[in-house]
Nanobody, 123 residues
Framework: QVQLVESGGGSVQAGGSLRLSCVVS????????MGWFRQAPGKEREGVAS???????RCADSVKGRFTISQDNAKNTLYLQMNNLKPEDTAMYYC?????????????????WGQGTQVTVSS
């Protein structure tokens, strides 16, 4: 059974940094698309960043230059480094995975989801 467990969320002031982690188990990650999504209260869940096995990445325009997605295959862990955080980054952040080789931020391509970790940025 595929399991995704996020950690690393918290409360920071604007301009601060956080690193989210997602430990993955239950499948061979080399053939999977991985990503981070977020959902703020009253808003749709949106794609933040995605990465495919060969290290290709994609980021949403709203976080380009501030967020970086990466993976450590030896640790079966996905990361999201978030710098220069803004109040509008406040949301629940979810790790996701899907059996696709298409680098996308479309949630329809992601089959498995973690429970989420809360990020709160104060001004």
């Amino acid at each position: 059974q595929v399991q995704l467990v996020e950690s690393g969320g918290g409360s920071v002031q604007a301009g601060g940094s956080l690193r989210l982690s997602c430990v993955v188990s239950g499948y061979t990650r080399s053939n999977y698309l991985m990503g981070w999504f977020r959902q703020a209260p009253g808003k749709e869940r949106e794609g933040v960043a995605s990465i495919y096995a060969v290290g290709s990445t994609r980021c949403a325009d709203s976080v380009k230059g501030r967020f970086t997605i990466s993976q450590d295959n030896a640790k079966n862990t996905l990361y999201l480094q978030m710098n220069n955080l803004k109040p509008e980054d406040t949301a629940m952040y979810y790790c996701a995975a899907g059996p696709s080789n298409y680098l996308t931020l479309n949630r329809a391509f992601f089959r498995y989801w973690g429970q989420g970790t809360q990020v709160t940025v104060s001004s």
